[in-house]
């Protein structure tokens, strides 16, 4: 059996509830989704996303349990042309933190921050007890990609977590200067704080 599902798009005449949606958006919205970080472009981005997971619910593609909220986006201070964002955890997952830092050989697990950083290519993920803080992103589109990711990461864990071994020592982590040669070295303030060597700190503390 063949299901056609295009009718929005190209069928005439228009479902009402077809209608009712695209008014209510052109009327309290109207941004283009992926193309901004201003709130009704995260708004829109919103609507893209919450569309496709109610279209995979429906068909049963996957069953999340730990939902994951973006709150935060803005450029990145350190790297031009990047984003950064922040994210809200539907609970607290930091007692899985051990259980990534086993199964993912680039973690950082620092128990005593209460945080679990690891990279995806050029991308910092940490993730705290109950947010979620990732840098160097390349649009909003990609940030709720990263979401998913993460969220697919605690879920699966959590239940294959019996089979894993948790690994609470601290992976060697990055100096100090390390991270600082890695920023422009320009103090110029842009980040809130008063020198690159400030920031790089506060980075390390996930702050």
Same mark, same amino acid.
């Given at each position: 059996?063949?299901? %056609?599902?295009?009718?929005?798009?190209?069928?005439?005449?228009?479902?009402?509830?077809?209608?009712? +949606?695209?008014?209510?958006?052109? !009327?309290?919205?109207?941004?283009?989704?992926?193309?901004?970080? %201003?709130?009704? +472009?995260?708004?829109?981005?919103?609507?893209?996303?919450?569309?496709?997971?109610?279209?995979?619910? $429906?068909?049963?593609?996957?069953?999340? &349990?730990?939902?994951?909220?973006?709150?935060?986006?803005?450029?990145?201070?350190?790297?031009?042309?990047?984003?950064?964002?922040?994210? &809200?955890?539907?609970?607290?997952?930091? #007692?899985?933190?051990? %259980?990534?830092?086993?199964?993912?050989?680039?973690? *950082?697990?620092? &128990?005593?921050?209460?945080?679990?950083?690891?990279?995806? #290519?050029?991308?910092?993920? *940490?993730? $705290?007890?109950?947010?979620?803080?990732?840098?160097?992103?390349?649009?909003?589109?990609?940030?709720?990609?990263?979401?998913?990711?993460?969220?697919?990461?605690?879920?699966?864990? %959590?239940?294959?977590?019996?089979?894993?071994?948790? !690994?609470? #020592?601290?992976? #060697?982590?990055?100096?100090?200067?390390?991270?600082?040669?890695?920023?422009?070295? !320009?103090?110029?303030?842009?980040?809130?704080?008063?020198?690159?060597?400030? $920031? +790089?700190?506060?980075?390390?503390?996930?702050?």
């Amino acid at each position: 059996m063949v299901v %056609y599902l295009d009718n929005a798009a190209t069928s005439y005449p228009k479902p009402k509830q077809v209608l009712d +949606a695209v008014y209510d958006f052109m !009327l309290n919205n109207g941004a283009t989704a992926g193309r901004g970080a %201003y709130e009704r +472009a995260m708004e829109a981005d919103g609507l893209v996303y919450d569309t496709r997971k109610a279209i995979a619910n $429906f068909f049963n593609f996957y069953n999340p &349990k730990e939902e994951v909220k973006m709150n935060f986006i803005k450029p990145c201070t350190t790297d031009a042309g990047k984003m950064q964002f922040k994210a &809200k955890f539907s609970r607290d997952v930091s #007692e899985i933190f051990p %259980y990534i830092n086993a199964i993912l050989n680039n973690a *950082t697990y620092n &128990k005593n921050a209460g945080s679990l950083t690891f990279k995806k #290519e050029f991308r910092i993920i *940490t993730l $705290f007890p109950e947010k979620l803080a990732v840098a160097k992103i390349i649009n909003e589109s990609e940030a709720y990609e990263i979401m998913d990711l993460v969220k697919t990461l605690v879920n699966d864990t %959590y239940e294959k977590k019996d089979e894993i071994d948790p !690994l609470h #020592e601290m992976r #060697e982590q990055p100096k100090i200067i390390d991270v600082y040669k890695n920023l422009p070295k !320009l103090n110029c303030k842009k980040c809130g704080e008063g020198t690159c060597m400030a $920031f +790089a700190s506060k980075l390390l503390q996930g702050q």
